[in-house]
RNA sequence: GCCGUUGUAGCUCAGUGGUAGAGCACUUCCUUGGUAAGGAAGAGGUCGUGAGUUCAAUUCUCAUCAACGGCUCCA
C-alpha cells in the first residue's frame, strides 16, 4: 500500500507505507540526500531513519534549516554526553538540549572540578567519538524498563524526569555505547559533526530551581564543517571587540563607579553628547508625532504606588522607600513613570475631543535588579527610558498603533537597524482569569494590533500567553551587524492603570468613560540602546550622533594658528570636535584620530593655510584630497543632519 | 540572590612569603616633522577592602566589596 508524500514545492509523490526519511531525500536528489540532517513531517521533526506511515507533508531538513541545526546539536550534545561518560565514568546527567548557539549538557560530576584542561579532553574524544560515524538509534520503551535502565546505571536525573513521563511515550537514543533518554530527534550518524568547540563552564540549578542540586552545565558549539567553526569564532571575537563595555571605556562615554554604587552608570562627557543627541532626535520627532513633554519628580508618594499596585507586586523588590523625618511620610524612587503620567492626565477633566493625549518623558526611574544580573547598560539599576503615555479612546487604539509603529520604525531607519521583527503577546486562551479587562477590549486590542502591525508591514510572530497581566503587547527585536538580537522598544496597552486612578474623559454621549493607555519607548531605555548601538556600529557612530565629530591636526606647530582659526569656525556652526597641537608628527596624530573612530581629520600645513583649505581625511576611509574650508563644512553639515530634520 | 572565576599604575597585563615590574597613556626636554606610533629623561601603585596565620603577607587562610561567565528574576 503506497502513501502520499506532500513536499515543500507542493509536489505529491507516492512511496510504500513505511518509506523513511532518507529515502525520500534521495529520491530527489544525491545532494539532499548527502545534506539531510532531519526531515519535518507534518510539523513535527523527524529522525530521518524513521518509517512514515502515512500521507503526509514533509520538508527535509538540512544546516540550512532551523530544525536542521537543533537536530544537529541535540546530537552533539549527546555526542558530548557519551565523550563525557568515557572519561569520567560515573558521571550523572540531567539534560542536554540544542539552544540558540549550540548545545549544553547539565552534569554532576560528583563534586569533581572541571576546568579548561577537561574541556580540551572532552573535546578531543568528541572528535574520536565522532569519526566513528555511530548511527543514532531510536527505540520505545516502557517505563518500567526506562526506570530499570536508569535505577541500574543510578542516574537520579533521569530517574526523576523518566517518572514525569506518560508510559508509552518513552523513547531512548543509542549512539556508540551511549544511551539516553530522548525524544528526539537526531542526525543519523556522527560522523556529520566535524568540528567541535566547547565553550564554557557554568554552574546551573537541577530544573532551575536554587533549591536544587547545582550541576556542572557545559556549553559547546558544534558545525558540519571546519570552515564555519572557525567563521563563528571569528564572530565570537569580533563581539568581544564590539562589546559596548570595552568601547564604552576606550572611547571615554560611561564609567561606574563602586562609591557610586554597581548598576549605576556615569555618563562621562563624551557619552553625554552622544545621549543627548539622541534625546533631541526624538524629542523633535516626538513633538511631530503630536506627544507633549511632561517633567515629574525622581520620586513619588508610597501611595502614589499602591494606588498603581505596582507596590503590592513589586515593592518588596524595589529599593527601600524613603522616610521624611518630621511626618514619616514614605517616599519611592520611581520605578516607572505612568503613575505621575496618569496624575497629569486627571489633573483636569478630559473630553473625547481631547484624546488621544499623548504625554512624553525622558523619565529616570530606579529598579532594584539582583546584582548578578547587572551588566554593563544594558541591565542597570537607574536608566532613563524614553518613555510616554497615550490615553487615548478605545475606537483610537488602533491608529495610535500604527503611529506609534511609524515611530518605531523612523528609529530603526535612522540609526542604520535594517532588520528587525516585532513579537505581538497575546493572552493566554486557556485562562483568561490572569488578566484585568473586559473580554471584548482585549480581542479588540489584539486584533487591532496585529492589524496595524499588518498595515505596516512589520514582520510579527504572535506568542499566546506572553501577555502582561494588564494588556497585550508588541515588542520590536533589532538584529544588529553581528547578526545578533536585542529587544528594543516596547508597545503596550493597558487597561489596569485606567481603572485603577478612576481615569475618565467625558464622551459625546455626555457619560464618563475609561481611556485606554499605551506605554511605549521606542528605545526602551537610553542606556540599554546606546549599548545596542555601540556594539551595532562598533562605536562608529554616524556623524549626527559622533561625540566628536572633527579633528583638526596642524603638520606642525608651525600651523597651530591656521588649524585654531579653522577649529574656531566648525565650533561657531555646533561642528564638534577638537585641535591636536600637540608637538608631535602627523602620523601620530592621525593614528591616535582613527584610533578614537574622529569621523573626520582635517589636515593643515602650508598648502592649505594659504589657501583656505583643509586635507580632508575620513576614519577607516583615508585621504579624500584638500577643499577649501567653506565646502567641507557644506558637505560636512548636509551630511551631520538629524534625520528627520531638514 | 545563588554557583564559579577574577581583582597589581589611568589602560592592557607580568610577577614574588622578605614591603613591586613591562608596554601604552601622562609630564619635561630635544625635534617642526605631509596621511596609522620620532628620540630622551621623569613622575606615577597603602598589589580591591578588612581580619587571621607568620619574625615577615601583594603572595597563604577567612570574610567582605566589585567585575566577569552562568542560573534565577525583570513594572
Redesign the pocket.
Known sequence: MNIKITLPDGSIREFSNGVTGAEIARSISEGLARNALAIEVNEEIWDLSRPITSDSKVRILTWNDAGGKKAFWHSSAHLMAEALEALYPGVKFGIGPP?ENGFYYDVDLGGR?F?EDDLIAVEKKMAELARKESRFIRSEVSKKDALEYFEKKDDPYKIELIQELADGSITFYQQGNFTDLCKGPHIPHTGFIKAIKLL??????WR???KNK?LT?I?GITFPKQKDLDDYLLLLEEAKKR?H??IG??LELFT?S?RV???LPLWLPKGTILRERLEQFMRRAQVKAGYDPVVTPHIGSKML?VTSG?YQ???K??FMPIRTPDENEEFLLK??N?PHHCEIYSSKPRSYRDLPVRLAEFGTVY??????????LT?VRGFTQDDAHIFCRPDQVKEEFIKVIDLVLFVFKSLGFDQYTAQISLRDPNDKSKYIGEDELWERAEREIQEAADERGLKTVAVKGEA?FYGPKLDFMVKDALGRSWQLGTI?VDYQLPQRFGLEYVGADNQRHRPVMI?RAPFGSLERFVAVLIEHCAGNFPLWLAPEQVAVL??????NAYGNSVMDKLKSLDIRGFIDD???????K???A??RKIPY?L???????MEGKV???K??A??Q??VLLDEFIRKFQEEAAVPGEG
Request: hydrophobic fraction near 25%.
Open positions: 539552544i572540578p576546568g564554557n563552564v557554568a554552574g546551573a540549578y532551575g530551581n536554587e547545582m552545565r556549553y562589546d563595555r570595552k571605556k576606550e561606574f563602586e554604587g554597581m548598576g504606588y505596582h507586586k513589586y515593592g523588590d524595589s520605578p516607572m505612568c529598579r532594584y535588579e539582583q546584582s548578578g544580573e547587572l551588566h554593563g541591565r502582561a503596550q506605554h596642524p603638520i606642525s606647530e608651525r600651523f600637540r608637538d608631535e608628527k602627523i602620523g601620530r592621525i593614528r591616535d582613527e584610533v581629520m589636515i593643515v600645513g602650508e598648502r592649505e593655510a586635507a580632508v581625511r576614519h577607516g583615508g585621504d584630497g584638500s
